[in-house]
């Protein structure tokens, strides 16, 4: 587990034509990875286009040279969508690798950075970066992002007048990320001294189904109450300062939350659905939902279960109603559009 209490470097550089910017940012994530094209007008930034390929890139551990090619769609994607708009040397490209990579030796996330950086610096974007960042900036990213689309945090990175910033908890496929401020700010004070965000690997939905769903909770229908003490005896406590104010539940938990038809969830609201949702046999979930995957589908009484107990854990009363979304006010909720404003933000406090 680590901890981070404020920002990365700024390198995010976008270029102005005609009053307008443009930013090409790729989430490389542990299942597969998402192109974001965003537009920066006016101090306000929104997403024109995104896209989204699979597998994750760390699947080419053995095979780093394999990412070029793998790539490849995303970049001519992007040169054609941006091309009619601007010249394409005038804007940057950013590729950031996450959990998935994270988990993957020294030697192979340098192999496969290397590969994907080569990709990025033959697409005629301005200043290709290709790197690995960690689940505390990831998280950081994420609450930017939330908190900027609820137009709590300003152009600045100061909190709003007379606003209050939300906290947030991802689940991702290999890691957790849980940020939130600690305190809200007072005038004098940075946002540096009171964010909080910390990481932990391994928590994700899918690194939790291979080490703990697999062993206890495959074979459906099942025991809720037995596929919950099961993980509940496995996970640590997860201990942080105390969670004051609002919070938003975000990526496997709004998945999750959407398939259930629940706009807002509990550890209690999931323990009440658990037994009935563990008692159903894959062919009758099939019925119940014909576009879901059968993998997926084996999983959810896993991820009831999983979630339930991770929010308990993380200290929330059994029946605080968390609302678990995807979007705010019809933007996607992404931690790339955190890394975009957070490094435009800072190359503008920078030049002045």
């Not at 070029?68 to 001519?76: S, T």
Request: glycine share 8%.
């Amino acid at each position: 587990m680590r901890i981070l209490f404020w920002l990365i470097p700024a390198l995010f550089v976008s270029n102005i034509i005609k009053g307008q910017e443009y930013g090409v940012m790729l989430d490389a994530g542990s299942t597969g990875t998402r192109l974001y094209i965003y537009e920066r007008s006016g101090g306000a930034i929104r997403l024109l286009e995104k896209r989204r390929i699979k597998p994750g890139i760390s699947t080419f551990s053995t095979n780093p040279e394999g990412v070029q090619n793998y790539l490849l769609p995303l970049i001519q994607f992007a040169q054609e969508r941006l091309s009619p708009l601007t010249e394409l040397s005038q804007v940057s490209i950013k590729l950031q690798a996450t959990g998935g990579v994270r988990a993957l030796s020294k030697a192979e996330q340098e192999s496969v950075i290397q590969s994907a950086q080569k990709a990025l610096e033959r697409s005629g974007f301005d200043r290709p970066v290709a790197e690995v960042i960690t689940g505390e900036q990831e998280g950081i990213y994420q609450w930017i992002a939330l908190n900027y689309l609820r137009k709590t945090l300003g152009p600045n990175r100061q909190i709003q007048k007379k606003r209050k910033s939300a906290g947030l908890i991802e689940m991702g496929g290999a890691s957790l990320q849980v940020t939130f401020l600690k305190n809200e700010l007072v005038q004098t004070e940075s946002l540096d001294s009171q964010l909080y965000s910390v990481s932990y690997d391994g928590f994700g939905e899918s690194s939790a189904w291979k080490r703990l769903g697999e062993e206890a909770c495959k074979e459906i229908p099942l025991s809720y109450v037995q596929c919950r003490r099961f993980i509940a005896s496995k996970l640590q406590e997860i201990r942080q300062p105390k969670l004051k104010g609002e919070f938003y539940l975000v990526d496997n938990f709004e998945q999750l939350a959407s398939l259930l038809k629940l706009r807002t969830i509990s550890s209690g609201k999931l323990d009440k659905l658990g037994p009935s949702i563990c008692r159903k046999s894959l062919a009758s979930l099939k019925k119940e939902l014909p576009l879901e995957s059968d993998y997926y589908l084996s999983k959810i009484c896993f991820d009831t279960a999983y979630m339930s107990v991770v929010l308990e854990k993380i200290g929330f009363h059994r029946n605080r109603e968390l609302m678990a979304t995807k979007n705010i006010e019809g933007t996607p909720l992404t931690w790339t559009l955190g890394s975009l404003y957070d490094h435009t933000v800072a190359k503008k406090l920078k030049s002045e």
